[in-house]
């Protein structure tokens, strides 16, 4: 069984930082791509920053030049470097694992941008 643990995420001033990280734990399966979605309240979840293992990389529009995704494949993780973060970056942030027959999700970590 895969296993996602997002961290990371609190409250944050607009135009700061935060860098979330997400740790993928288990065996018997190999990763095809990993990535960075959020939902925000009465929204539909949607991509953030997707990573494939060949190092295609994909950004939504909203966030380029802002974000950088991330990987440490040797020990199954992936971040995401967020700056210059607007209130409309608020939102629940999941982590999610893409295997040749799965894909896994985390949890999710909260990201407030507030003054």
């Known amino acids: 069984q895969v296993q996602l643990v997002e961290s990371g995420g609190g409250l944050v001033q607009p135009g700061g930082s935060l860098r979330l990280s997400c740790a993928a734990s288990?065996?018997?399966?190999?990763?095809?791509?990993m990535g960075w979605y959020r939902q925000a309240p009465g929204k539909q979840r949607e991509l953030v920053a997707h990573?494939?293992?060949?190092?295609?990389?994909n950004y939504a529009d909203s966030v380029k030049g802002r974000f950088t995704i991330s990987r440490d494949n040797a020990r199954k993780m992936v971040y995401l470097q967020m700056n210059s973060l607007k209130p409309e970056d608020t939102a629940v942030y999941y982590c999610?694992?893409?295997?040749?027959?799965?894909?896994?999700w985390g949890q999710g970590t909260q990201v407030t941008v507030s003054s």
């Open positions: 999610k694992l893409e295997s040749t027959w799965a894909d896994y």
């Open positions: 990573s494939t293992s060949s190092g295609r990389l």
């Open positions: 288990g065996s018997g399966f190999s990763i095809y791509a």
